[in-house]
Structure formats: structure tokens, C-alpha cells
């Protein structure tokens, strides 16, 4: 089958990361005991109005760092063939497609996403493409909504500072990993004085703290390649 199988989560997902907007953390919305990091981050992602196409511009041109270093962060994932990864906020399906043309027919990727539309679209590229090996799962704002221990690889490029429930988020990943899966991270340098106003704004957290957030979920860090990434970083981390 060239479809993709949408695996219906609850309706949201993989909130946040921005600073909350509020002063006071009881004013947050809470769920499962979790305060919201940044509530609303995602809500243009779920509009029945979600221009695709103007995403696929914005995030598959030579100008965006993780595009132009697509193959070197590929690399670095040390993909096999006949593995599973969980690409969590697909977007487009960028890496998606790489990912199943790098772990083969024998393998699998499970393209995670909060928007309905973004799934859509990755099942009309696969269709197109042949790749039969993808398969579509909308989850929820705290969790990817994966099978315990069903993949070896679960990749986050440029989403880390969406999961809005962060904690409940990397548990849920932290549960999907196999015995000896790792998780790659990609995200935004976060440097006052340094990084842009855009990103100041924007993203939550920089590396030491994302660093330490990850680590408190059950992860430790294994490295951090060179993959000549200048405004982003690359952290590969394993189970503890």
C-alpha cells in the first residue's frame, strides 16, 4: 500500500518552547500535571487554513541551515538498514524521505506530526515517490503517540522548542526507544547577543538547557557531531 496509516492521537501535540507570556505558572494550562511551557505555539500548525506549500518553501530551500546540511545530519544519525526511526515533527517530510530511503523497504519511519495537513502532504510525496515504508502518526501535545519500545531512532529537528509539554513529550520518546535506541536533536542556538531577535523570541531554551531537560527525562548525551551547523546544534543522546 502507498498510503500512509494516520495513527489518530488525541488532537494536538508536541507543544512548546517559548518563554511563557505570562508571569504567573499557575495561569498555565495544564495537562496531566504538566504547566504548558508556551501555550499556543503550535494552534497555526492545526488551522484548516495551513498553507503547505508556502511550508515547503519556507523549510526545503538552501538557505535554511538544516537543509543545506541535510546529508551531513543524516550521516550523523548512522542510519542501518532494516531500522525504525520516528521523525517527531515531520513537517513537510524532509528527513522523512531520506530516513526511508536510508533504512530501505526492510525498515520503517514513522512520520510524527501535530498537523493533520503536514501528514497529508507526506502521504501524496510517498505515494509519488514509492516509498511504502512511511507510515503517518498525528499525536497528541504531550505524547508521539508510538508503540513501547517500537523504534530505534527518534529524530527532532527544529521542534524541540515546540513540545509545549516537554516533560510528558520526551517520557513518551523515552518509552517508544528500543533497548539501545538513541535520540537525535536538532534545534536552534539560543545566545543573547549572538542569535537573532526571531530566535530570541521564538525559541524557548538554548543547548545547556535543552541539554539538561533531556538528560532528567532518562537520556544521557553520547556526543555532539560536527556536522558544520552554525546556527543550530546537533546533540545525539541514548537511554540511561
Not at 499557575?26 to 495537562?31: G, I, R
Amino acid at each position: 500500500m502507498n498510503r500512509i496509516s494516520l495513527s489518530l492521537g488525541l488532537s494536538l501535540l508536541l507543544g512548546c518552547s517559548g518563554a511563557p507570556e505570562t508571569s504567573s505558572a499557575e495561569s498555565m494550562p495544564v495537562l496531566d500535571g504538566e504547566a504548558s511551557v508556551k501555550p499556543g505555539i503550535n494552534e497555526r500548525f492545526l488551522a484548516e487554513d495551513l498553507d503547505v506549500d508556502a511550508f515547503v518553501k519556507r523549510f526545503e530551500l538552501e538557505s535554511r541551515e538544516v537543509f543545506e546540511r541535510r546529508d551531513e545530519i543524516l550521516d550523523a544519525c548512522r542510519l542501518d538498514p532494516g531500522e525504525r526511526v520516528a521523525d517527531v515533527g515531520a513537517g513537510t517530510g524532509l528527513f522523512t524521505r531520506m530516513f526511508a530511503k536510508a533504512v530501505g523497504p526492510e525498515g520503517q519511519v514513522f512520520a510524527v506530526e501535530i498537523a493533520p495537513k503536514f501528514l497529508d502532504h507526506i502521504q501524496r510525496s510517498a505515494a509519488r515517490l514509492k516509498l511504502r515504508n512511511i507510515s503517518g502518526v498525528l499525536c497528541a501535545e504531550n505524547d508521539v503517540k508510538l508503540a513501547p519500545e517500537s523504534v530505534d531512532l527518534a529524530f527532532v529537528c527544529d521542534t524541540y522548542h515546540h513540545f509545549e509539554y516537554p516533560k510528558a513529550t520526551l517520557a513518551s520518546i523515552r518509552r517508544a526507544l528500543r533497548p539501545g535506541g538513541r535520540l537525535v536533536v536538532v534545534d536552534f542556538e539560543r545566545i543573547p547577543g549572538v542569535s537573532t531577535e526571531w530566535v530570541l523570541g521564538h525559541v524557548r531554551a538554548g543547548k545547556a538547557v535543552v541539554r539538561e531537560e533531556i538528560e532528567a527525562a532518562g537520556f544521557r548525551c553520547l556526543a555532539e557531531p560536527d556536522v558544520g551547523l552554525k546556527e543550530n546544534y546537533l546533540l545525539e543522546f541514548g537511554l540511561r
